[in-house]
């Protein structure tokens, strides 16, 4: 099946800065959502994305299908920000229902 | 509000016990999902239904069952066969059963062995 590679695994960020979570898929795909889940384990929709660039206030994602990866931007980072980040994608047909999830970027945003 | 509603929160089960997760969404969504994280990991794939009455294994469907009688329901049964069922069990939706849609998911059941 299709594989996600996510990284890097880990990340801490000063309030303020900058960061670029990246996610490497194997196959070509139909659907690439990128998600937060909180420290209470809620799972965000952040971005609808199989191909393109999309911005939602500091946050924003491209994906380069044809090269396979895709990229979520978080700008001027706040604490609320910290979490885990996932990047999982749906494949071609025959796969069309099952979304397979990268290992995730653990965020922590300190003062 | 529309949503995915998962009930409930916490949830704990006995050895040998059969336990019911419950999700109900009302976004008139066709397609609904049950996913399984352990800690640190992402989710994984239990069971899937992309119209009433019908639903298709993923990749860890083993001792679990589901079924899908209304449209906006989609419970969850972790039977006494899942061996290793301390979890966080996430249930989703989306619109389409023929094209992607985005998944949409519930607040999620953290399921414990006492």
């Known amino acids: 099946g299709i594989q996600v590679e996510q990284s890097p695994p880990d990340l801490i960020l000063q309030e303020g800065a900058n960061s670029t979570l990246r996610c490497n898929f194997s196959?070509?795909?139909?659907?690439l959502q990128w998600f937060h889940q909180n420290p209470w384990g809620q799972l965000i929709n952040l971005f609808y994305i199989p191909s393109g660039t999309k911005q939602n206030g500091r946050l924003s994602a491209t994906t380069v299908a044809t090269e396979r990866y895709s990229l979520l931007y978080i700008s001027s980072s706040q604490t609320t920000d910290s979490g885990v980040y996932f990047c999982a994608v749906q494949g071609g047909p025959g796969t069309a229902s099952k979304l397979t999830f990268g290992t995730g970027t653990r965020l922590q945003v300190t003062l | 509000d529309g949503g995915i509603t998962q009930s409930p929160k916490y949830l704990f089960r006995k050895e040998g016990q059969n336990v019911t997760l419950s999700c109900e969404q009302n976004l008139n969504h066709d397609a609904m999902y049950w996913y399984r994280q352990d800690p640190g990991q992402g989710l994984r794939l239990i069971y899937y239904s992309q119209i009433v009455n019908d639903f298709q294994k993923g990749d860890i469907a083993e001792g679990y069952s589901v079924s899908r009688e209304k449209k906006e329901s989609f419970p969850l049964t972790v039977t006494s066969a899942q061996k290793n069922p301390t979890a966080f069990y996430l249930c989703?939706?989306?619109?389409?059963?023929?094209?992607?849609?985005?998944?949409?998911f519930g607040d999620g059941t953290r399921l414990s062995i006492l």
């Open positions: 989703a939706s989306s619109m389409g059963n023929r094209i992607v849609q985005p998944q949409h």
């Open positions: 196959d070509s795909v139909n659907n």
